[in-house]
């Protein structure tokens, strides 16, 4: 039984000053543990004036390791959006960092509009060599995009080595939806899993969808987290229905947990989770984009809350 | 120098009736031969739509193999059809290339979709034939070829050929979108995959040929053809800028390789201009060299890139 306490949200974006014009929005924290204190990442946005839509931007906080006090929060470009055309040109978000000898792997999941569909996706690889500061690209493309069977919204990368090689746990869109005809198009999508010896070239296990949905086929899952609990691998994810989920907060999103021994057969078992909503507070009606890390022996979750984590990512513990 | 003797422009698709989605355009011939005909794959279009939008489809038509000619059979339905909601290939399939593979016939083809920012994103997928080429299924709903870090978008135009037991692909990979008079122009090179299976595609991530008339040189339709102990690539290439008129259009070039990989480029050889009136006389594009009864045929596009179909060239010697 992993059971969560919740220590309640950490940061709110709408208290602190943020780079590229962002106002609101810290969504899908993500950790990078250093000597002294935690970078946490998270997408923010700002407004694109061409037409009023929203660009998402990576920003960081830097949090004392008690995850409670701020340092500072980032002033300059963790990493600028794609070009014309390119995968990512209209935001990043989420960012997965990991760290590799001297270098930081950033796997970002890169936004693109459309024209029948609102976007695509699709995961690039950028590097830092400033212990995260800054990333550069280590091309235009993406190191993982739509494929035969796994047509559309590749995205959602988690990136962990285990045993020398690399895992990638992310998620693929098997299909767009008009639920109705007033509506535009719904996506949903499923967690997949592929593999790398060097963390750019990756073969996926191609539209396998490694995690039952418990929801009805119409689940969505999204932002897969995996961590080494005890001796056994343990998955971290959200999961709504595929429309009328924004508002609805029955329908909306909840984290998932699915556990492994071998990290190829995962056992969904939500019921072993024991973090859900709280009623009245920040995170009354949506839980979604966990983040598992561990930080002085200690097992923490990064989750948003209410919107999307319009109003930021809050932070709990496990008991043990 | 080549000597290519022009025989005539042998399918016009506005000559075909009944077929509401061929109302012009033939692009990109293709040939697979048989016993007594020529079935030339190539992509039509029906009429634009309110916003002058156009979709392609890809369709045949079997020209006797007596006398070219003669046009025996169109194809009653286009071959494949477009892709569903937000998928690679939604809104056209341009073009395609066939092969036979024991009973089989393969078909690669671009797959188009619309986007934001830019007018369209192109993918690679793969589709294949029971029947000898008349109906086509495709492999699956997303590409076989899609994007990588040094292939950020509009992979294109493959031609597919298979030497010594491995299979090649000849495709053309976006480099860059040009703004040119508030229009956004893609450039691309062309560029080769490998593969043992003809699914699972190892890039080359290199440009293939050098650019001659200027650095942003377009190039298409890498057409290669063995003969005489060397492996011949006739292609087209355009300029950037106001590439629609004949000043700017599309030419074919030449350039031959022994190996596959290294190619050395000489467009006085390729012995094929445009004429000095008629169907070919401002452009002439996407090369496809056959060889059909001791003869080697060059089928191409005259003006506005085949609207008007695609015509013949015979060549007077021999091709080393």
Known sequence: MLK?????KIFDPTQHELPNDCE???QSPQALVLDDFVRIYFSTRALDKRNGKYLSHIAFV??????????RISDKMVIPLG???CFDEHG???MNVLRHGDIVYGYTCGWNRRFSVSVDTAIGLAISHDNGVTFQRIGDGPVLAASLHEPCLVGDGFVKVISGVFHMWYIFGIGWKRYSPDMPPDRTYKIGHAVSADGINWVKEEARKIIADRIGPDESQALPTVIEIDGRYHMFFCYRQSFDFRKNCDRGYRIGHAWSDDLVNWTRDDENLLLDVTPGDWDSDMLC????FECDDKVYMLYNGNEFGRYGFGLAELER | MFHWKKIGKVFTPQEVEGRSWMKEFAQAPATLVFDDFVRVYFSCRPPADDNGQYVSYSAYVDLDRADLFKVRHVSEQPILSLGGLGEFDEFGIYPVSVIRHGDDVRAYY??????ESVPFNVAIGM?????GGETFTKLGNGPVLSYSPDEPFVLSGPKIRRFNDTWYLWYIAGRKWKMVDGRAEPVYKIRMAFSSDGIRWTKMNKDLIPSRIEEDEAQASPDVFHANGKYHMFFAYRYSNHYRGEENGYRIGYSSSTNLTDWVRDDTKAGIDVSDEGWDAEMISYPHVFELDGKTYLAYLGNQVGRYGFGLAVLNGKLE
């Not at chain 1, 969560?4 to 309640?8: E, N, P, Q, V």
């Not at chain 2, 671009?110 to 986007?115: K, P």
């Open chain 1, 289 to 292: 984009y966990p983040h598992a």
């Open chain 1, 92 to 94: 990043i978000f989420p």
């Open chain 2, 110 to 115: 671009a797959g188009w979709t619309r986007c």
């Open chain 1, 4 to 8: 969560w306490k919740k220590l309640g």
């Open chain 1, 62 to 71: 830097d949090m004392r390791k008690n995850l409670r006090e701020v340092i």
């Open chain 1, 24 to 26: 609101q929005f810290a």
């Open chain 2, 127 to 131: 589709a294949i034939s029971r029947d």
């Open chain 1, 83 to 85: 070009g014309l055309g």
